[in-house]
């Protein structure tokens, strides 16, 4: 029940390794049925069109658990993760290629504490979209 | 139609979870989660966990829950068809593990209005069958274009 980082072997500018995943329409749906969020905006690309999106996007949440996710990858205890703050601005669409990054923004000697920028992008036809920004976690090194 | 500024500070119903073990592995088949802690109540243990490890998002399967009171209530006035998920704020005192009871009293933390959309803070403290804290959650919701005349 620790982290596999050691606090002494951070520096600040430090990025975490990036985490990469596709985003497929099955996912996402096994996602509606594993967390509860049945929203049509998930789901059905003719609800999604009738209130303004090209197609269905994936939940906030979806691509969240999956920013979460590059963050105890890289600590190797989900416990050592003690909070996290994210703003979703962008939404996401099927087939498109998240990635999750961080980077340590401070660090407390006093604590073993980290604080880490988080976000995310997507490449959409050649531009970088953000579908989570200005986004950050705390995190407890060994 | 703009949402109901009189709710601000409004609590509903208490909610309960209780944590299972298959719930768990689906949610973290679903975000493709594949570390043991996860998924192996040995694994967890090996780790220094009581029991198997919800994924640190799982929390939202609750927050779903009680969340949803006040998304569907009539006095609030919110558009569901028009919401996207805004922010998300977890602070975590430990990770939830299979088995935990959970409870927590949804509250409506804040309305307000920004241009022409609107958002609905939703906070829930939810806690273990000791009464302890487990972790604070804070979802804020956009209500797109509602803003509107008043």
């Known amino acids: 029940m620790a982290a596999k980082v050691r606090f002494d072997d951070v ?9 990469r995943k596709v985003v497929k329409r099955e996912e996402v749906k096994a996602y509606a049925d594993a967390s509860g969020d049945q929203n049509p905006l998930h789901q059905d690309d003719n609800f999604a069109r009738s ?8 939940h906030g949440m ?8 590059a963050i105890t990858d890289w600590l190797g205890d989900p416990g050592a993760l003690k909070s996290i703050k994210v703003q979703f601005r962008a939404v996401v669409y099927m087939d498109e290629e998240l990635v999750a990054k961080g980077e340590v923004v401070s660090l407390d ?5 980290a604080r880490l920028r988080v976000w995310e992008e997507v490449d959409r036809a050649g531009e970088r ?14 | 139609m703009p949402m109901n500024q009189a709710l601000k500070g409004k609590e509903y119903q208490q909610v309960s979870f209780t944590v299972e073990r ?49 998304v569907l209530d009539e006095d609030l006035g919110l558009n569901y068809m028009m919401v996207v998920h805004g922010e998300q704020e977890y602070d975590w005192r430990r990770p939830v593990v ?41 979802s804020t919701l956009l209500s797109r274009g509602t803003a509107g005349e008043r």
């Open chain 1, 51 to 58: 209130v303004g999106f090209p197609g269905i996007i994936a």
């Open chain 2, 22 to 70: 298959d719930r768990v592995l689906r949610f973290a088949d679903a975000i493709g989660e594949d570390d043991q802690v996860f998924r192996d109540p040995d694994a967890a243990r090996a780790a220094g966990y009581p029991e198997q490890v919800a994924p640190p998002t799982f929390v939202t399967v609750m927050q779903i829950m009680t969340s949803g009171q006040a």
């Open chain 1, 62 to 69: 979806f691509s969240m658990a999956h920013l979460v996710r």
């Open chain 2, 98 to 138: 299979v088995g935990d009871v959970l409870s927590a009293v949804p509250r409506i933390a804040d309305i307000y209005a920004k241009g022409p959309n609107e958002f609905l803070v939703i906070e829930a403290e939810i806690k273990d069958a000791s009464g302890e804290t487990v972790v604070v959650a804070r």
């Open chain 1, 11 to 19: 520096r600040v500018g430090d990025q975490i390794p990036e985490l």
């Open chain 1, 109 to 113: 000697p006093a604590t073993k504490r």
């Open chain 1, 129 to 142: 979209q953000l579908p989570i920004k200005n986004s950050e976690a705390e995190v407890e090194l060994s």
